[in-house]
């Protein structure tokens, strides 16, 4: 198999792989002869095209013919735009049947069970400074904690500058075992980490900036993976203490994790400020070191689904896979949150009807609306999102991103939409507002308590959040194999025909349970890839 059409309505055909010009393929009782080479990700004509006629790809409109397009013909920027459907607001109910269950519904994972009822898949410990000031404080803070309680990790690559400066040769040597690869020596056995969120934010700006940083930051400490958080505050900055407080008793109003919590202008000396922070924090880490690993259901996972470095494959294997996997956990009663506002351009409708109520659904709509306006008055749009390696990879309009992207999402119906920084707290699939963006998502997402990030990646991203565990699904075998130091999960049986989207999605499952479990281990957390960008609700896409 080289070629696929997607959908019985569409009227390009993707190839699966490369095809040289003249080759003669079957597809539909007609015979088409290729005019041009075709790389395999990219799309060629199944017709001729006039110029605005409409160009369809899963199902759905992907853009409009600018200049005339001859059957067998590639498909590329040069002869097609930008185009996607409209919406409106929900118009039909939608009925949903979740898939078999059967292999899932006793399955169990190991994690730390919250006051508050949620489960996390890390006990991890949180430094966060509220304003940009205190980066350098809470960097101290962290590189002495770490270095003795036995979380710092070896650079790999200093023994390899070291034997170039004096003329020898080597090859970096990685260790291979998850004991090796992570913490054998830590003092706190049931700390899993010490991280620091450093930012740009909590003063200048608009107020509004430092609230909704507030708001995040009280999303990450109330977040099930965290163990307990210390915050150093300068003291005259717009993110106040008050504010946070106030935005994580809007989350839990009876949180009881350890919190320590030190003003630098009422300590006084930078000494002061840090003796205290650290006296406070070790015995706050003592405390949170008391809970351990207990089984729980697979209901208490809550999983965000992303794409970044997407391909032409990532709508056929790592997406729908993805998708499986998720409609699978909403079927088990757990929770998956799908974001990237301007990747659903196009799919609104779909996504509103799917909505299960009105207000819901003109939530979403409003949301959806407002990020296309905003972004419009500032000279851009949804249309300029898919970035160099999109395009050169055959994603050539915002509306075949789209439409692969939000395939993530699965089936099943939108029980919720949230604004960012809001959070989860309905079961089943919840929209998201945030950028496309790799890392400002992943930090909202986190920030709704995601517990589990999967990641779908095409081309190879190495981004990872310090709080929440992201796994990696490469959308080809190519990728997985060139780029395995990164790379968790590997769909490309699916292009290959070895393996179907419901067994693919399977199976990333059961990985996810272990990776919940501390059993397996993603390789953005063996590589301490803590990306952490808040979004400031500006233009991003």
């Known amino acids: 198999m080289n070629i696929l059409k997607i959908h019985p309505l569409d009227n390009i055909i993707v190839a699966l792989q490369n095809i040289t010009k003249d080759t003669s393929l079957k597809i539909d009782n007609q015979t088409i002869i290729l005019k041009s080479d075709v790389t395999a990700k990219h799309k060629f004509a199944a017709q001729d095209f006039n110029i605005g006629e409409s160009i369809i790809m899963y199902g759905a409109l992907m853009g409009k013919a600018t200049r005339p397009i001859a059957q067998g013909e590639v498909i590329t920027i040069h002869n097609v735009t930008h185009d996607a459907a409209d919406f409106t607001t929900k118009q039909k109910v939608y009925n949903w049947s979740p898939p078999d269950l059967t292999a899932f519904k006793d399955k169990t994972f190991l994690g730390y069970h919250r006051a508050d009822g949620q489960v996390g898949t890390m006990n991890i410990w949180l430094i966060i400074p509220l304003v940009f000031c205190e980066n350098r404080n809470v960097t101290v803070l962290h590189d002495a904690l770490i270095q003795e309680l036995g979380y710092a990790r070896a650079n790999l690559y200093q023994n390899l500058v070291r034997n170039l400066k004096n003329n020898t040769l080597t090859n970096i040597s990685t260790p291979t075992t998850h004991s090796d690869l992570l913490y054998p020596n830590r003092h706190f056995k049931n700390i899993d980490g010490i991280k620091v969120l450093t930012h740009q934010g909590g003063c200048g700006g608009i107020r509004q900036d430092s609230e909704t940083l507030c708001g995040l930051l009280a999303g990450y400490v109330n977040h099930p993976n965290c ?56 015995k706050g880490l003592a405390q949170a070191d008391n809970i351990t690993r207990t089984p729980a259901p697979v209901a208490k996972l809550n999983i965000g689904v992303k794409c970044g470095g997407s391909d032409g494959f990532s709508g056929i294997s790592a997406n729908p896979a993805m998708g499986f996997t998720a409609d699978l956990l909403c079927g088990l009663g757990g929770s998956v949150v799908l974001a990237e506002f301007p990747e659903l351009c196009g799919q609104e409708q779909e996504l509103l009807n799917r909505c299960v109520n009105h207000d819901i659904a003109d939530k979403f709509a409003i949301l959806q609306r407002t990020y296309a306006q905003r972004a419009r008055a500032v000279g851009s749009g949804f249309d300029m999102n898919p970035s160099p390696g999109n395009i050169r990879d055959g994603l050539i309009t915002d509306a075949m991103k789209s439409a692969g992207a939000a395939k993530k999402g ?4 939108v029980n919720d939409v949230l604004d960012y920084p809001e959070w989860v707290q309905k079961a089943g699939l919840n929209l998201l507002c945030t950028p496309g963006n790799d ?85 953005a957390v063996l590589l301490e890839q803590d990306d952490f960008i808040p979004w400031k609700r500006g233009v991003s896409l």
Do not use: W
């Not at 109003?253 to 202008?265: A, E, G, S, T, W």
């Not at 699965?410 to 119906?413: A, H, L, N, R, Y």
């Open 227 to 282: 163990a307990g958080a210390t915050i150093l505050s300068l003291g005259c900055q717009n993110a106040q203490v008050d504010i946070f407080k106030r935005e994580l008793a809007r989350r839990n109003p009876h949180f009881n994790k350890p919190l320590i919590m030190v003003d630098q202008q009422a300590s006084g000396t930078e000494e002061n400020l840090l003796q205290e922070a650290i006296n406070e924090t070790f």
């Open 439 to 523: 890392v400002e998502c992943t930090t909202a997402m986190t920030a709704a308590y995601t517990n589990l990030i999967i990641f779908s990646t095409g081309l190879g991203t190495p981004t990872g959040n310090p709080l929440c565990p992201v796994i990696k699904v490469s959308t080809n075998t190519t990728l997985a194999q060139h780029m395995a130091d990164i790379i968790d999960f590997n769909t490309g049986k699916i292009i290959t025909g070895e393996k179907n989207i419901e067994e693919m999605g399977s199976d990333l499952l059961d990985y996810c349970i272990d990776v919940a479990s501390g059993v397996a281990i993603p390789k």
């Open 410 to 413: 699965g089936t099943s119906p």
